[in-house]
């Protein structure tokens, strides 16, 4: 159904000019566009001349005030309520930053980029410190307030793309050769949004001490300069953080609108062409994106099947974080495989998936350190038990039967299972969510059992009812059960009540966990999400008692990781098949 979905698109300042323009020729695209103006009235004026030409059921305004974060959340949650997502963004809200006084020698100031005796100067415009500070604030924090309002619901697009209305102003070429601002934009790899942020500063600084010049500032146009520049500057940022959409910034020419007293030597068409045709040109993506390098995370990966899959991912090239809940054994298991020459992709992170702080801190280790998120693979996890016979453990693992010689289950082991297994899973997808959804190709593997299938439960059993209705299995479901099943652990009732006697806490975690792959994969339908038991591996769970080496348990959650956009989502397999829930 991607391909024939209704796209939604918002152009700021768009009552007149080329913003108006640019929501005309969207609109007669099929896309339906939200035309917003800082002014309700001429917003609503706007809207009226595009009824006129037929585009009524596919324009609609919204107040905004691109400066005034509270409008701009106003506008996010509209389009949120409305349309559940974006899929095109055109910045083109801008004031020029001064008052216009004679609009013939206007054109000669723009066309110097400023660069222009002060005679001339003086002559055709007047500008202060205050229009200069609004100018800065809405063509350059306007336009960060509004992606950074809007972005949430951009990721929610199959085919996101930003595009900022900029100016041949904001090149580099109109700073002074020798100035620190232009040095500090020229150096595209070390430029952050804080340096943007100073440079902004210093020059409100400047301007207010009356030393522009003598700073290595524009003359004339300073702010708007800046403003662009900035604008720029942060089109690459921006660019670099998301390789899944497309971010660019765009010079529509010299444009007869308001802006430039209609001195340019383009129509308003002919400027709008070039903002409408980046929506189109998929080619124009930051060529990055196409080649990056891809980030995984395996939880619970210091020995067994996760070493192993952080081992075979890292063989394919991506670069993954090992994490592990004792470090000491974390490192260890890194230094194997420095061993075998993989040093250069893996990294480690300590990480104890029922500690929401913990994963909070590996969060923001990979957000800092790479931006993003690719694969995560949820492979950590504990039997609940204490495994007394090694002998006898395969008769409960593979037919459930009599285990009081096999094993000792208490209360405190089951809750530490449940909390590991599912709450730790949903802990750390809810955690690193936000860096999925910035990748073009996420991707969830859930590392299950074919124990957490239904038919561990018994037929009539309350749990399996709940558990087999999909359509309406909730997130409070799934906690209901298992709140219910440690209840009834608690009062030594677990058979009587219907829930499996052996390894209960086990099976009822990757259930659970392969419930929750279900809810997940709906919610996200842009993500792969799936559950797979990976067979019975010889691994210190089963006492290493499996009939499958730890790479060929590995092998299927690691297909799954490794699958193109588009393919099955919300399934659960038994190695490389799908199995019934």
């Not at 809405?138 to 209305?165: A, F």
């Not at 480690?348 to 957000?367: E, G, T």
């Not at 279900?518 to 010889?538: M, Q, T």
Request: overall charge negative; some cysteine; glycine content about 8%.
């Amino acid at each position: 159904m991607g391909e024939a979905t209704q796209r939604y698109a918002v152009v700021t300042g768009a009552n007149k000019g080329i913003g108006l323009e640019i929501v005309r020729q969207l609109a007669s695209e099929g896309i339906k566009v939200v035309l917003t103006a800082r002014n309700e009235e001429r917003g609503l004026q706007a809207l009226q001349k595009l009824n006129a030409s037929g585009l009524s059921h596919l324009v609609l305004f919204h107040q905004l005030d691109v400066a005034d974060a509270a409008s701009v959340a106003s506008l996010a949650h509209f389009i949120k309520s409305k349309f559940g997502k974006l899929d095109i963004l055109v910045n083109n809200a801008g004031i020029l930053g001064v008052v216009i006084e004679d609009s013939d020698l206007i054109s000669t100031v723009i066309l110097n980029r400023g660069v222009v005796p002060d005679e001339e100067g003086t002559k055709a415009l007047t500008q202060t410190y205050e229009l200069a500070e609004e100018c800065l604030q809405i063509n350059y924090y306007g336009t960060k307030i509004t992606i950074e309002s809007l972005m949430p619901l951009l990721q929610l697009s199959d085919s996101p793309r930003i595009v900022n209305v900029s100016s041949a102003l904001g090149q580099l070429e109109s700073f002074p050769k020798e100035s620190w601002a232009r040095g500090v934009f020229s150096d595209a790899d070390n430029l952050t949004e804080e340096k943007i942020d100073e440079i902004v500063k210093k020059f409100l600084s400047d301007f207010k001490e009356g030393s522009l010049e003598s700073k290595g500032w524009p003359r004339y146009l300073g702010a708007y300069i800046v403003s662009k520049a900035a604008m720029n500057g942060y089109t690459r940022i921006l660019a670099k953080k998301n390789p899944s959409l497309c971010i660019n910034s765009v010079c529509p020419g010299y444009v007869k609108t308001d802006i430039t007293a209609n001195t340019g030597f383009l129509t308003m068409e002919e400027g709008a062409a070039s903002p409408v045709k980046l929506y189109h040109n998929s080619e124009l993506k930051v060529k990055m994106g196409e080649a990056t390098q891809r980030y995984a995370v395996v939880t619970g990966a210091n020995k067994g099947i996760g070493l192993e899959i952080v081992r075979q991912l890292a063989s394919e090239g991506i670069k993954v974080v090992l994490t592990a809940r004792n470090e000491e054994r974390g490192l260890q298991a890194l230094q194997k495989l420095n061993a075998s020459g993989l040093s250069h992709l893996v990294l480690f992170h300590q990480l104890d998936v029922a500690d929401a702080a913990s994963v909070a801190s590996l969060a923001h280790f990979i957000k800092s350190k790479f931006g993003k998120l690719d694969i995560l693979v949820n492979n950590a996890g504990i039997s609940g038990i204490v495994i007394e016979d090694s002998d006898l453990i395969t008769t409960i693992l593979v037919n459930h039967e009599e285990g009081t010689k096999a094993m000792t289950q208490t209360y405190e082991l089951a809750e530490e299972c449940l909390q590991i297994n599912y709450y730790g899973t949903k802990i750390t997808v809810e955690s690193l969510m936000p860096l999925l959804q910035l990748s073009d190709s996420p991707t969830i593997v859930n590392v299950s059992s074919s124990l957490g299938q239904l038919e561990s439960f018994p037929k009539e059993s309350w749990a399996r009812g709940v558990f087999s209705d999909a359509d309406n299995l909730t997130e409070e479901k799934m906690d209901e059960i298992v709140k219910k099943f440690l209840s009834d652990f608690k009062e030594g009732s677990l058979e009587s009540k219907g829930w499996p006697r052996y390894i209960g806490a086990y099976i009822v975690s990757k259930a659970a966990m392969n419930g929750y792959t279900r809810i997940l994969a709906k919610k996200n339908p842009s993500l792969c999400i799936n559950s797979v038991c990976p067979g019975y591996v010889k691994t210190d769970i089963t006492s290493n008692t499996g009939f499958l080496t730890v790479e060929e348990g590995a092998a299927s959650p690691v297909r799954l990781a490794l699958l193109p956009n588009g393919s099955p989502s919300g399934l659960f397999y038994y190695r490389a098949d799908v199995a019934s829930f």
